[in-house]
């Protein structure tokens, strides 16, 4: 009985330990961007793990061996798909034999085919009649079904009905606590990633526009200023600021407001080069960092910029739209600014004159 429990407990550390790897892999790798991949590689390590929890197998009696080689396929076919639960059983169905040739393996190897085949039409069932069902509840319906296919084979291959009466209520106790626990840690997994990504995205990005935020700002900025330096590139900068911004807020009200500020990111990054880093520093206030951009250049896409956002129609409501304008100081190392660490101030000097010099405007360092 303690072998029984020990053995249980080495393949749930087992399941557990390489799930947690493999997905903090698979997303360092990002494998989920091609198709192709995932399937190939997903495939082959829900085979490996299946082949080795084979190796682990669980003794439940002195004549008797059971594995959990099946919950592989399950995780694979619930959160991936079809392609990637087959090739795993394709590779569990020939791992078997590395452990020899007999008549046990070719019937786990039919065992296994059996199972892949209803766990796609269980899998395709849920689509068509409950899409909405959860992993656990399918996950338990596959369990269900694998434990009355796997009583069957094995009742065909031992005639000893003490055995049976040990070995199947044993393996239906097992694969229900197996599947059921890797089930709870792939979405405690997925779900945690899944936060730690969005916190990872929401710390770098701005919240409304989707535009970098100061804090990635800064980061970037950082870098580039140190590669210009380094490689005496050049650089520009440009900081532009809404007109008027406060009259659009105290008229429309903050949520028009805030579907202008959208807005004006996509028309800023439309205007810009596919390469240049568009943020938004705060309130109304942006910038673009323009890598490898020599003045004359700057300027031009700043008009550019100040162009596109004047003739923009803003919504409003659904029937009006109205028209703002925005003001911009551009600066550019080492062409006007000779000290790298002085380019935001200078930028930032410009953007003032152009303010104070009647705003819609371009504002350079020369």
């Known amino acids: 009985m303690f072998a029984f429990i020990d053995d249980l407990f080495v393949n749930l550390c087992v399941l557990i330990s390489l799930i947690f790897i493999y997905l903090q892999l698979r997303q360092k790798l990002r494998l989920e961007e091609s198709y192709t991949n995932s399937v190939i590689a997903d495939g082959l390590a829900g085979g490996f793990l299946g082949v080795l929890l084979m190796y682990f197998s669980i003794q439940v009696t002195a004549e008797t061996i059971v594995d959990l080689r099946f919950v592989p396929v399950i995780l694979l076919i619930i959160y991936l798909g079809v392609p990637h639960a087959v090739v795993s059983a394709i590779v569990i169905i020939f791992g078997r034999f590395i452990f020899g040739v007999s008549t046990s393996a070719l019937a786990a190897a039919a065992l296994m085919f059996a199972l892949i085949i209803g766990f796609i039409i269980i899998y395709k069932l849920f689509k068509k009649y409950d899409s909405k069902a959860n992993s656990y509840k399918q996950g338990f319906v596959m369990i269900i079904f694998s434990n009355i296919v796997f009583s069957i084979v094995i009742s065909w291959l031992i005639n000893d009905f003490l055995v049976l009466k040990s070995l199947i209520p044993c393996y239906w106790v097992i694969s229900i606590i197996g599947g059921l626990t890797a089930i709870f840690f792939v979405e405690y997994i997925l779900k945690t990633q899944f936060l730690l990504t ?169």
């Open 198 to 366: 969005k916190y990872e995205e929401e710390s770098t990005t701005d919240f409304l526009t989707g535009l970098n935020n100061v804090r990635q700002f800064d980061a970037v900025w950082n870098t580039l200023v140190s590669n210009a330096a380094t490689k005496n590139e050049k650089l520009s900068l440009l900081i532009i600021d809404i007109d008027y911004f406060k009259n659009v807020n105290d008229t429309y009200g903050h949520p028009v407001g805030d579907r202008i500020l959208k807005e004006l990111g996509k028309v800023l990054k439309n205007a810009s080069r596919s390469f240049d880093i568009v943020s938004r520093n705060g309130g109304e206030e942006f910038s673009v960092i323009l890598p490898d951009c020599q003045h004359e250049q700057a300027v031009e896409i700043a008009e550019r910029i100040r162009t596109a956002v004047e003739i923009h129609d803003f919504k409003v409501s659904s029937l009006d739209s109205i028209n703002i304008t925005v003001s911009i100081g551009a600066a550019t190392y080492p062409e006007t600014v000779a000290d790298i660490s002085r380019i935001v101030g200078t930028a930032d000097e410009c953007l003032y004159t152009a303010k104070r010099t009647g705003r819609n405007r371009v504002c350079a360092s020369y």
